[in-house]
């Protein structure tokens, strides 16, 4: 596709379940990112993958949020035991990575998490 | 890592002219100066990028002093379409890097 495409768009799960929410990056942009955005918050920066590298891991809030990128392309990101806390829209953005980098990120519509 | 500051929130009225100021005192010789905007959910957009001067676009226009130690957006004869979400980030370019958003500047555009 043109953009970035994010699912699933809604997921509602019960506490203590596992969640895997999907990114497809714009074709060609090699670096991704993912955020997390509460209710009315800012965005909070969770990791950033150059290739399938990730660089920078310093974001993840906990050992239970892991994600990984395969071919370049799709990420995943990965929430074991899900708490209420953990309730929110997850952001993935691409960009033209590494030296063609100009600090424009495409951002797809996230997904929107919601533990009960 | 440059730290940005901005005002939380903005009222403004449609067909005014909007300023927002961002602060970035420990801004890079290599840093480029970045805003965003975005409307209820939805992710951000980018608006505009500058290093230093004046930058404009049919969007917007981006005031940067010399010392770059802040920078300003400028929205020209803002509308109610225009509320939303604005944020400043500093950011290097020629390299993949960590990009932080701040919590922003809320506008609100009333009629």
């Known amino acids: 596709g043109a953009g970035v495409s994010q699912s699933p768009s809604n997921k509602v799960t019960e506490k203590g379940k596992d969640v895997e929410l999907r990114c497809d990056p714009i074709s060609g942009h090699t670096a991704l990112y993912w955020y997390r955005q509460r209710l009315g918050q800012g965005l909070e920066f969770l990791i950033y993958?150059?290739?399938?590298?990730?660089?920078?891991k310093s974001g993840l809030p906990s050992d239970r949020f892991s994600a990984e990128r395969t071919g370049e392309s799709v990420s995943t990101l990965t929430i074991q035991r899900t708490q209420q806390e953990d309730s929110a829209v997850y952001l993935c953005a691409s960009s033209l990575g590494g030296r063609a980098h100009t600090g424009e990120l495409f951002f797809g519509e996230g997904s929107r998490l919601t533990v009960l | 890592l440059a730290k940005t500051t901005q005002p939380i929130s903005m009222d403004s009225y449609e067909g005014q002219e909007v300023n927002i100021t961002c602060s970035h005192n420990n801004i890079a010789t290599n840093d480029y100066i970045t805003w965003y905007q975005q409307f209820p959910s939805q992710g951000p957009r980018f608006i505009i990028q500058g290093y230093k001067t004046k930058v404009t676009n049919e969007v917007a226009s981006l005031f940067i002093p010399a010392d770059r130690k802040s920078s300003t957006l400028s929205l020209p004869r803002v509308s109610l379409s225009d509320t939303a979400v604005y944020y400043c980030l500093v950011n290097p370019v020629d390299s993949s890097y960590k990009l932080i958003f701040g919590s922003g500047t809320r506008l609100l555009v009333r009629p």
């Open positions: 993958f150059q290739g399938n590298s990730a660089p920078d």
